[in-house]
């Protein structure tokens, strides 16, 4: 069950989110947690893209009369830090858990299916890229052939039948070995940490918590993370940055209205 703040349209559409695998699975056996944590991370890029889908239309451009550059400045950086969230999590796929999982298994090319949809989608996310960071407030459209939407058109469906289709992938991993599945997982896991950097917390951070409903289905603790880190993040890290208003939820994975939409005034 989706946890929506009220009846207007929220993160949840147009795509529609992934059910967590351990929600209707009782298997104990480690493909169950991987499949879950993969939806989990799916889920999060599901929903900022989304939430960016939702509220750009309703952003003012320049030829507006109520345009306001700041906005249109905070959503290029929304969208930057979404893209950017995007491709670490593929990075994070390719360089450590693919391939863990493919040396442990004895099944070379077992994730080549993945890795392959990755590179269909890739060339429009460095288009986005390219757009959110070089694109000044004044010029910048939502629709039209060279609106940000064009671009965004141009790769989601490739890219959320992607997130569908590697969760189906995962679920087929209960002929694996369990622990060397789970072992795997983790290895792959704990070498994605240590490629995290700080100036992650400035963009990416904020994108992941901000689409990390808390509340979805039974209500899940993804991502871990101790207690002070939202603070952290609040105070400090995301302090001052309007980028922030469009995301779904607030720091503590709790959904909230959108900030901008048919309702919003904007
Ligand atoms: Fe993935």
Redesign the pocket.
Known sequence: MTTKPSDAPWADEPFHLIKTPSTYLTDSHSYVHTASE?AH??NV?IRGLNAIIQQAPYVAISTDKNYIAQDVKDLLFYVHSWAKMMNH??FT?ESS?FPEIEKFSGKPGLMEG?KQQHEVFHGGVEKLLEYSSTTKPEDYRWEGPNGMKAIIDSFSKDLTD??YS??DLFLGFKDLDNDGLRKSWDKGETVAKQNGNLAMLYDVFPCVLGCADKTYEVGHTFPPLPWVVPYVIQYWFAAGNGAWRFNPCDWWGRPRPLTFGPQSGN
């Open positions: 993969m991370s799916h890029i999590h593929h796929e858990i993945p992607h997130l590697e969760i």
